[in-house]
C-alpha cells in the first residue's frame, strides 16, 4: 500500500452520487493505494461503468459474515469515497484494479440497488488540532511502528521511509492502521473517528498492543531456538566425543553401563525366566540413547533385577540346645513359642529340604512378639527383615507397581528381600491384622500368594514380572487379634497364642530385662542403682495393669530418670529404692483392688473377660425396684451380651420355686443390670453366667462369696457353655487378686496353659449348669429351699 496524492485528483469535484462497492473483511482508508481483485458480475459491471465514467466510486465494509451476500442493511455508513486509476481484464474473466482513498464519506441513502448498488454521499470532515500532545503522539506511533516493522518480516523495510515522510497526523494514523495486523471492527473504528487526536490514541493502543505480542512471539521463538541449538550442539559434541574415544581406543559411557550390566547379570545367575528377561531389556538398553525417557526405566529395573538375592543363603544352626540357649536367655517363659521353634530346628536337621513353616503370633500388646521374632533369628543364625503392616490399604505396597507408571519401584516384599541380601531370612510381618483395603485393591489377599508355602517359590512382583522364590523364607505374623484377619490367609498360618504374664514372670522380666535396659538407656550404672524387689512388686500392682510390660518399663525408665538427675547433680553414692520410695518417684498409686472383691452386697458379681490387651475383670450389678416391670440392661452392651441377660432372667424365672422366690416378684417389679465403665463397649456371651450369678443375688438378696470371679456362656435350659480366652481371664483374675474361678467344664482342658503357680494359686471349680455355678457362688447346696420373697 501507498500512500499518493496528485494534485489534479484533488482538483475533481466530487460528484454526490456514487456507485458503492461493499468490502468483505477490507476497510481501505484514505490516502491508501490499495489493489484488488473482482470475480463477482456485479462488481465487474460496477468498476466497468466506473471506468468510463468520472472513475468515482464508494468503498465501504460489510459487517455481516462473508458467506452472507451484502444488501443495504449489512454495510457500513461510514465508507471511503475513492478514485479508478487502472483497470486489468484476464483471461479467467477476473478483473484487477487499482484504487485509492481519497476521503471519509457517509452515506445518506441508497438509489440503486440492481445491478449493483448506488447511493447519495455526504463528505466527512475530520476535526484536527495542533499540539503537543499530537506531536508527541505522532512521534511515538513512528517509533513504535517501526520496531513493528523490524519485527514482522513480510512489512518492506520501506514502509519505515513511508511513515518517516508522512506529516499530516490524520494520514499518519490511517496509514499505520491499514498496514496492522487488527480485525475489521478495530479499522472501522478508526475510520468512523473524525477526531484526529482520538484517531492517533486509537491507533497507539493498537500498535502497543501488536507490538506486545510479537515481541512475546519472537522471546518464544528464541526459546525454541535456543533449545534446538542445545540439542543439536549436545548431539554434535556426543558424536565426537565418540569418536575421538574410538580413536583413543575407550569406550563411550553407555558402552560401559551396558557391559557394566551384563557383567551384572552374568555374576547373579539368574533363573532362566529373569535371564531372558534380563538379557531382553539390556539389548533394548543398549539401542537406546542415554536422554532417552525409556532409559532410566530399564537401567533401574536391570539393576534391581540382578541385586536380589536368587542364590545367597545364610546357613542354619543347627545345634538344638544353643538355640535353646538363646531363646531362653533373650526371652523369660513363653515356652509353647520356643518349643516350636525348636520343634523346626529338629525337623530340618532331619530333613534338610523341608519348607519353612508360617508361625503366626496373636497376643496384646507389649508381651514381646517383636522382638521374640529377632530372638528366633539370632537363634537359627538367619538375617532378620521386618515389614509393618499397620495402614497398608493398597495392594501395590505388597506387588509392586507396573513399569508402565512414573517412579514405579518393587513391593516392598522384594524391597525387603534386596535389602537383607539372602534367600532366606526370617520375614516378620508385624500388625497383619490392622491390614486395610480400599478402592486400590486388597492388601490381604496379595499376601495370600506369599504365605502359602505352595505358591510362594513362584511370587511375580508387578514391578519385575518374573517369579522370585520365596520357599526357603521363615515367615512370622503378628497381631493382637485373629478376627481381622481374613478366613483364606488365616488358614494359611500356624496359629500361637502368646498370653500375658503373671506377677512371677512379669517381676522376673523386669530383674532381667526391662530395668537393666532402662539403667544403660538413661547413662546410669549398675553400681549407681539398686531397686529392691518389694519396689518392683509395688510398681507393678499399684501402677500398671497390663498384660505386657511396656508400661512396666516406662515406670521403671521414670524411676531411673529421677535417679539419673541426683547423678547429674553431683550425687556419687548408691541409690536404692525400696517399695516405699516409690510413690515419691511415681506420684500417687494409679490402681486400686475394685471394692467388690472383698465387699459382700447382693446384686453384685464378678465376671472375667478378654479383649485385645488381654483379659480383664469385670463387675456386674443388678437392683430390684418396684413399680415397673421387665428388664432394663446398661454400660453399653451389644447385642448378644444383652441377649445373655435376658437367657439369665428367663431361666431364674422358669426356676423361681426352687430359689423360693415368689413369681408375681416379676410381674411387679423393674429389674436393671448394670455393668459398670459404661464409656467402654462390652460385647460377647461370656458374662451370661456372671449376669445370671448377679441376677440372682439381687432377687434372693444374699451376696456372692468375696473373691471369686466367673466366666461362661449360658442357654435357656441353664447349661454353661464353652468360652474362649481362658489363660488371659485367668490372668487377669489372678492379677485382681482373686482367688477362685469358676469355669465351663469343658474349658477345664485349657488349664494345661496356664502356668503351675497359677494352678497352684487359684481354686477352679468347674461348672456344668447354672446350679453348679450358684452352689460354687452362694456356698449353698442347689436344693435349699428359701422362704418366698418378693411380697
Known amino acids: 500500500m501507498r500512500v499518493e496524492y496528485a494534485e489534479e485528483i484533488k482538483k475533481v469535484k466530487m460528484p454526490r452520487t456514487l456507485p458503492v462497492l461493499p468490502m468483505k473483511d477490507l476497510v481501505i482508508a484514505p490516502g491508501i493505494m490499495v489493489p484488488l481483485v473482482f470475480h463477482e458480475e456485479s462488481a465487474i459491471q460496477c468498476v466497468d461503468d466506473v471506468a468510463v465514467g468520472d472513475k468515482f466510486l464508494c468503498l465501504t465494509a460489510q459487517h455481516a459474515p462473508r458467506e452472507e451476500p451484502p444488501n443495504p442493511a ?10 479508478l ?31 449493483y448498488f448506488m447511493a447519495t454521499v455526504t463528505e466527512l470532515e475530520e476535526t484536527t488540532e495542533e499540539s503537543h500532545e499530537v506531536s508527541a503522539l505522532m512521534r511515538g506511533l513512528t517509533n513504535q511502528f517501526e520496531q513493528v516493522v523490524s519485527i514482522v518480516p513480510h512489512l518492506p523495510d520501506e514502509l519505515k521511509v513511508a511513515v518517516l515522510n508522512i506529516s499530516d497526523p490524520g494520514k499518519l494514523a490511517d496509514f499505520i492502521t491499514s498496514n496492522l495486523n487488527i480485525t475489521t471492527e478495530e479499522k472501522q473504528a478508526v475510520l468512523e473517528s473524525l477526531s484526529v487526536r482520538r484517531r492517533l490514541e486509537m491507533t497507539a493502543g493498537f500498535l502497543r498492543r501488536e507490538l ?44 560401559m553401563e551396558v557391559n557394566r550390566l551384563r557383567e551384572e547379570i552374568d555374576k547373579a545367575q539368574l533363573p532362566e525366566e529373569a535371564q531372558a528377561e534380563a538379557e531382553r531389556e539390556l539389548d533394548r538398553l543398549s539401542r537406546m540413547t542415554p536422554n532417552a525417557a525409556e532409559y532410566t526405566v530399564s537401567r533401574t529395573y536391570l539393576e534391581w533385577l540382578t541385586a536380589l538375592p536368587w542364590h545367597e543363603v545364610t546357613v542354619d544352626n543347627l545345634d538344638i540346645q544353643e538355640a535353646q540357649r538363646i531363646l531362653d536367655a533373650d526371652h523369660y517363659a513363653l515356652e509353647k513359642v520356643k518349643e516350636r521353634i525348636v520343634e523346626h530346628l529338629a525337623v530340618r536337621k532331619l530333613k534338610p529340604d523341608t519348607k519353612g513353616p508360617i508361625l503366626c503370633f496373636v497376643g496384646p500388646p507389649g508381651v514381646g512378639k517383636t522382638s521374640l521374632g529377632r530372638s528366633i533369628a539370632r537363634a537359627l543364625g538367619r538375617k532378620f527383615v521386618r515389614l509393618a503392616l499397620g495402614g497398608v490399604r493398597d495392594e501395590a505396597e505388597i506387588r509392586g507397581h507396573r513399569r508402565t507408571y512414573v517412579g514405579a519401584l518393587p513391593g516392598r516384599i522384594i524391597q525387603c528381600m534386596r535389602k537383607v541380601g539372602t534367600k532366606n531370612p526370617l520375614f516378620m510381618l508385624d500388625e497383619v491384622d490392622k491390614l486395610g483395603s480400599d478402592f486400590r485393591g486388597d492388601p490381604a489377599s496379595a499376601l495370600l500368594e506369599v504365605l502359602d508355602p505352595e505358591q510362594n517359590n513362584t511370587f511375580t512382583d508387578h514391578y519385575l514380572d518374573v517369579p522370585f522364590d520365596l520357599s526357603k523364607v521363615l515367615f ?21 497364642r502368646l498370653s500375658g504374664y503373671i506377677e512371677v514372670e512379669r517381676l522376673e522380666i523386669a530383674k532381667r530385662y526391662l530395668l537393666p535396659r532402662q539403667i544403660e538407656s538413661n547413662g546410669l550404672k549398675p553400681k549407681q542403682v539398686r531397686v529392691h524387689t518389694s519396689a518392683i512388686r509395688r510398681v507393678i500392682r499399684e501402677y500398671t495393669r497390663e498384660a505386657g510390660g511396656r508400661n512396666l518399663e516406662r515406670e521403671l525408665g521414670s524411676i531411673c530418670r529421677k535417679i ?20 515419691q518417684m511415681l506420684g500417687p498409686q494409679k490402681f486400686f483392688a475394685d471394692d467388690h472383691i472383698v465387699t459382700r452386697k447382693p446384686g453384685l458379681a464378678t465376671g472375667l473377660a478378654w479383649t ?29 451380651m444383652k441377649e445373655s441377660g435376658q437367657a439369665a432372667l428367663s431361666y431364674i424365672r422358669t426356676r423361681a420355686e426352687q430359689w423360693g422366690l415368689n413369681p ?22 461370656s458374662a451370661g453366667v456372671t449376669m445370671a450369678t448377679s441376677l440372682l443375688s439381687a432377687l434372693t438378696g444374699r451376696a456372692v462369696k468375696p473373691r471369686i470371679a466367673m466366666t461362661g456362656e449360658i442357654t435357656l435350659q441353664g447349661r454353661v457353655m464353652r468360652v474362649g480366652g481362658v489363660k488371659e481371664k485367668v490372668l487377669a483374675a489372678q492379677l485382681a487378686g482373686m482367688r477362685t474361678v469358676i469355669l465351663p467344664e469343658h ?19 468347674p461348672a456344668k449348669t447354672l446350679d453348679d455355678v450358684f452352689e460354687a457362688a452362694f456356698a449353698t447346696t442347689r436344693s435349699r429351699k428359701k422362704k418366698k420373697a418378693g411380697k
Open 74 to 83: 449489512n454495510l457500513y455508513r461510514v465508507g471511503t469515497a475513492a478514485i
Open 85 to 115: 486509476l487502472q483497470m486489468l481484464k484476464y483471461p479467467d474473466k477476473s478483473t484487477r484494479v487499482l484504487i485509492q482513498g481519497l476521503t471519509r464519506v457517509r452515506i445518506s441513502e441508497f438509489v440503486q440497488t440492481e445491478p
Open 212 to 255: 506486545e505480542l510479537l515481541e512475546l512471539g519472537s522471546r518464544i521463538q528464541d526459546s525454541v531456538q535456543t533449545q534446538m541449538n542445545k540439542s543439536q550442539r549436545e548431539y554434535y559434541l556426543r558424536e565426537q566425543l565418540k569418536a575421538i574415544r574410538a580413536e583413543l581406543g575407550e569406550e563411550d559411557e553407555q558402552a
Open 476 to 496: 512370622i505374623t503378628t497381631g493382637n487379634m485373629l478376627d481381622p484377619i481374613p478366613p483364606p490367609l488365616r488358614d494359611r498360618m500356624e496359629i500361637i
Open 564 to 583: 539419673a538427675r541426683k547423678v547429674a547433680e553431683g550425687y556419687e553414692g548408691l541409690t536404692i529404692v525400696k517399695a516405699a520410695d516409690v510413690p
Open 612 to 640: 485385645a490387651a488381654g483379659g480383664v475383670v469385670l463387675s456386674v450389678e443388678s437392683t430390684i425396684m418396684k413399680g415397673g416391670r421387665g428388664l432394663q440392661l446398661t454400660g453399653q452392651l451389644g447385642s448378644v
Open 664 to 685: 408375681k416378684l416379676f410381674m411387679e417389679n423393674q429389674i436393671h443390670i448394670h455393668v459398670p465403665a459404661g464409656a467402654t463397649p462390652k460385647v460377647g456371651p
Open 747 to 765: 474349658n477345664m482342658g485349657h488349664l494345661e496353659e496356664v502356668t503351675e503357680h497359677l494352678r497352684k494359686t487359684l481354686t477352679f471349680v
